[in-house]
């Protein structure tokens, strides 16, 4: 009984997190000025793939 509730807990402190390292990616780190190229298409993957998994995580909680 108490595994579950700390699952529940870990999972939606793990779609928080997904979802503002996400946004950070997008929004803040690639838009400053001094990035190259390289950088800001590697923030840009990384940023849709942590939004990504924050989606499927809550897809997840929603349908257990």
Not at 20 to 47: M, P, Q, W
Request: aromatic residues 16%; proline residues 0%; contains cysteine.
């Amino acid at each position: 009984m108490i595994l579950s509730i700390v699952t529940i807990g870990l999972s939606g402190y793990l779609f928080f997190i997904c979802v503002l390292c996400g946004l950070f990616l997008l929004f803040i780190d690639a838009r400053e000025t001094h990035v190259t190229k390289k950088e800001y298409r590697l923030s840009n993957i990384f940023g849709w793939l942590h939004l990504s998994l924050g989606v499927f995580i809550l897809m997840m909680l929603w349908l257990s």
